[in-house]
């Protein structure tokens, strides 16, 4: 059963104020050249801090708005390997874990 719009929301603002908190939030919007991407989490032109930002939270926002919410999400895993050794992005991570666990 997919989850409800509220809990997903839930936790994207959850996971926007905890990089906002830790200094992972850019102010600045993205060259518009970073948009021009081609590997899986944009990693030819973006920070992985800067795709959870710029890319993941707005298709999730759209996703919910659009009431077709994807069926699994499994971006902790990646955000694990980008944050390895980060102790600031812990709790960043247990979010991501969280929101995937939602699907």
Known sequence: MPPDSKSVL??????EAEMQRIGFW????????QYQFSEAFAMDSMAFSQWLQFIFIPRVK???ASGKLP????VAAQAVREF???Q????L???LSEFDALF
């Open 10 to 15: 839930s936790q994207i603002a959850s996971i």
């Open 26 to 33: 850019q102010a600045g919007p993205l060259k518009p050249e």
């Open 62 to 64: 759209d996703s919910v």
């Open 71 to 74: 069926s699994k999400s499994q």
């Open 84 to 86: 390895d050794g980060q």
């Open 88 to 91: 600031e992005a812990s709790h």
């Open 93 to 95: 991570v247990s979010l």
